[in-house]
DNA sequence: TATTGTTATACTCTATAACTATA
DNA sequence: TATAGTTATAGAGTATAACAATA
């Protein structure tokens, strides 16, 4: 501790009382880095969701039914989530005729939800108002967020 | 409906950029990719905490106590929800002796929400347990974690 | 017998509104 | 009157277990 003994630690956020054996510095910086991100994505996704009436939930499965009709148990699977709240979710989404569900001629036990056209029209609105896009990467060079690309790529496993 | 100029119900809080809402290829990659890593993100934060018996949002109240006791007040601004929900989750969280709520000598008002050393013994595996910081970030070199770094401190409107 | 989707149940998170005890 | 924390309530997401229809 450098200064006067009296005050409170009140640590800033670059100065770490213990290390993990396994991370240095800037790994840990990183990570927190990322942290920070994966706080205002969620956010942001949460209210643009919010702002069609939808929750974050329903946003991804409607989003989902949007790139490809979906049976339920592949929404769950998709979701990594129960397929017992499946029915809940498209249920919320198909009383407000975002969402419909088909037979499956092969299989009479499957149903696919698919997007019905009202449910494409606002799935493209809330993308379009999740600006995140333009706001924060606005700030980087074409160049850096070619750099950028490749590195989360990489983090990522991806070639 | 693609909206146009008529009337246009006015974008939301920022104000955009010269950048049209349909971002170029680029852009829409890396916001992709931060896309998944934001969801794998919070699989394995999810994760770590169930190995904990505790909640996403248990977990996050409990780190955030770890570095500091807060008064309940704080905790919900800190968490952006509402103060009442911070009652049940600290209740969960003291019930098994992680936190404890103390008297604020100078407002009896308030309550200050404190990590117990359980508390902390527990947050701190928590965090280990979360090798996201290792596993991926391990694909890069420390000159490219560097690199990483400073791009999404810029990203961020850090310095 | 195994699988698909659903229902029933219980728990947690969330926001809103009303309440209490302080200030 | 205003503020901090709580309680009450209702809606939504989640997992588990049991169920009907179909394979």
């Given at each position: 501790m450098a200064s006067s003994s009296t005050g409170s630690p009140d640590r800033s956020r670059t100065d770490r009382p213990t290390h993990s054996p396994r991370t240095d510095p800037l790994t840990l910086e990183v990570v927190e880095l990322i942290g920070t991100i994966v706080a205002r994505y969620h956010e942001e996704y949460e209210q643009a969701a919010a702002q069609h009436s939808l929750t974050g939930a329903q946003a991804r499965v409607l989003r989902l039914l949007t790139l490809q009709p979906l049976p339920m148990r592949r929404i769950a699977t998709s979701l990594r989530?129960?397929?017992?709240?499946v029915t809940g979710i498209v249920d919320r989404l198909e009383s407000r005729g975002l969402v419909e569900r088909r037979p499956d001629p092969a299989d009479r036990r499957v149903k696919v939800a698919a997007a019905t056209e009202e449910g494409r029209a606002t799935a493209r609105r809330l993308r379009d108002a999740l600006d995140f896009a333009n706001e924060p990467l606005a700030a980087l060079s074409e160049e850096e967020r070619t750099v950028l690309r490749d590195l989360l790529r990489r983090m990522l496993g991806e070639p």
């Open positions: 989530c129960e397929p017992s709240n």
